[in-house]
């Protein structure tokens, strides 16, 4: 794990880029949206719940819920149709609470357990999917290509006891390294995360926040800068900065991070068994379709 400290300086790439935002009415997306006007950049802002002022005359803005495919696909139509390309993209539509445990013994009227309630899957991972899945379709037509930053959080990499919520922010990580070889550099289009720790958002109430102890969370603007940098730098891909009170650390890539210590765990070597066998088996594959097409073509 690499700690880093973050600049003014390190944020000015954004100035006059596209930036799709969703989650934005409020806590890290808000605040996002705040530094990157601030910064010069051109922002399409999205959320279920109204933009508050000044910020919402200052975007584009549409009400969206991340959970709709339809939705969504306007938000992005509506940008490339504003502006021309899309630079950047935040994946940031994650803050809904926990809802189920698992433990549950809700049944219905006949008294069969029900199903559990899949509202922060929704929105915390589909939304997600969706978002990411746009993201790189109007990115790739960009010629300069850009940028997806994803919301996690540091339950991704970490137990935390709430159920749903952990599964979808370590979806967040495994989208995260699944998409890493298959975008930058066959595609100009690099992915990142962000894995705030507790923040001062609406996820927790202000009393709660002033009950559990406000020295544990930080300002929802100290995350903001975690995301705005890895749009920012080209050079940051496959990376997870985690936040925590003021500072930063890569989490993810490099040496030291998570992803080569668990190979180097197991006693493995570079992108590990898994993925160099999957690989082998896509070549494979790759080598059988092309001589089924050549066989088709010459007859």
Known sequence: MTSL???DSDLEGVKNKVVVVTGAASGIGLATVKLLLNLGAKVVASD??????PEKDLVTFMKVDVTSWKEQLEM??????????IDHVFANAAGISPTVSLLEEDVDESGDLLPPKLNTINVNLLGCLYTVKLGIYYLKHNPEGGSIV?????????RFTATDYTTTKHAVLGLLRSLYGSLHPKLPIRINAIAPGWTDTAIIPRPAISIIGESLFQSADVVARSAILLMADKNRHGEMLYSDRGKYWDIEKGEAGLNAYATRMVGQ???GAEEEAYARSMRIREEMEAKAAAAETSK
């Open 269 to 271: 070597e570079g992108q």
């Open 48 to 53: 279920v719940n109204e933009l508050p002022e």
């Open 5 to 7: 400290t973050i600049s």
């Open 150 to 158: 994803m919301t996690g959080s540091g339950s991704s990499f970490r």
């Open 76 to 85: 992005f139509k509506t940008a490339k149709a504003k502006f021309g390309n």
